[in-house]
């Protein structure tokens, strides 16, 4: 199968790979999710006791408060963060956290990843050359 690319903006730079976890709801990191495990907390979530460390997190966007930066930095440094993420629409509180944590970021892609993804697909996130690569 020849993979296929999605031309988005870059957020944070780098690169990553692995499987996709993907919800349409927005999501906020100041108690939504639990940055010693990286397990979603927020019971109105669709991801609620989901884990999304060291998977490729595909979101709509973020939302709610400004802390929810440093929750993406906690998780980071307690190797529970998503080891990429995605949003249709990055807004400030989850692109500060992505930037802040290393955590590679891409908004605006081309198409609607939401409808072309499904979880445990296995994806590359590259924000340096602004593509997501569907491997699978």
Same mark, same amino acid.
């Given at each position: 199968?020849?993979?296929?690319?999605?031309?988005?903006?870059?957020?944070?730079?780098?690169?990553?790979?692995?499987?996709?976890? +993907? /919800?349409?709801?927005? %999501?906020?990191?100041?108690? &939504?999710?639990?940055?010693?495990? #990286?397990?979603?907390?927020?019971? @109105?979530?669709?991801?609620?006791?989901?884990? +999304? /460390?060291?998977?490729? %997190?595909?979101?709509?966007? &973020?939302?709610?408060?400004?802390? #929810?930066?440093?929750?993406?930095? @906690?998780?980071?440094?307690?190797?529970?963060?998503?080891?990429?993420?995605?949003?249709?629409?990055?807004?400030?509180?989850?692109?500060?956290?992505?930037?802040?944590?290393?955590?590679?970021?891409?908004?605006?892609?081309?198409?609607?990843?939401?409808?072309?993804?499904?979880?445990?697909?296995?994806?590359?996130?590259?924000?340096?050359?602004?593509?997501?690569?569907?491997?699978?």
């Amino acid at each position: 199968m020849t993979s296929r690319i999605i031309k988005c903006r870059k957020i944070s730079r780098g690169q990553a790979q692995g499987k996709v976890i +993907i /919800s349409s709801d927005p %999501l906020s990191f100041l108690g &939504g999710v639990d940055p010693q495990t #990286g397990d979603i907390t927020d019971r @109105q979530h669709e991801l609620y006791q989901q884990n +999304i /460390s060291d998977q490729i %997190l595909v979101i709509p966007s &973020g939302k709610g408060s400004t802390v #929810g930066s440093y929750v993406i930095y @906690q998780m980071a440094k307690n190797k529970t963060a998503p080891l990429a993420i995605v949003a249709l629409e990055a807004e400030p509180i989850i692109a500060t956290g992505a930037i802040m944590a290393s955590i590679p970021m891409v908004d605006q892609p081309e198409e609607n990843v939401l409808k072309i993804l499904k979880k445990g697909n296995r994806v590359e996130v590259d924000a340096d050359a602004g593509i997501i690569k569907i491997l699978d």
